[in-house]
């Protein structure tokens, strides 16, 4: 079983910028896809980006399109998730998850990486 591993998050001002990390235990090449997700107090995890192994461009929420760059480097087995523009809304507990194989859907989450922007 595939454990992922956030880190990059913290506290940042309106308009500032981070890059999460995610890394994996095992090849990512192997998994069928990875993602991002977000969880803001007393609100439903939301999904924000993703990408599968074969696929060569990123999938964006709407709340996160043209400021955040989803990427990954398979040599490195870690996913990143540049946010830029960032806005108090912003501020949630991000998850990193992956679908392991085909049809399995997002089965594997890391522990999360609290993100906060400040106004």
């Known amino acids: 079983q595939v454990q992922l591993v956030e880190s990059g998050g913290g506290l940042v001002q309106a308009g500032g910028s981070l890059r999460l990390s995610c890394a994996a235990s095992?090849?990512?090449?192997?998994?069928?896809?990875m993602g991002w997700f977000r969880q803001a107090p007393g609100k439903e995890r939301d999904y924000i980006a993703g990408i599968t192994a074969t696929g060569s461009r990123p999938n964006y929420s709407d709340s996160v399109k043209g400021r955040f760059t989803l990427s990954r480097d398979n040599a490195k087995n870690t996913l990143y998730l540049q946010m830029n523009s960032l806005q108090p809304e912003d501020t949630a507990v991000y998850y990193c998850?992956?679908?392991?194989?085909?049809?399995?859907?997002?089965?594997?989450w890391g522990q999360g990486t609290q993100v906060t922007v400040s106004s």
């Open positions: 998850t992956a679908a392991t194989m085909l049809g399995s859907g997002f089965d594997t």
């Open positions: 095992s090849p990512i090449a192997s998994l069928h896809a």
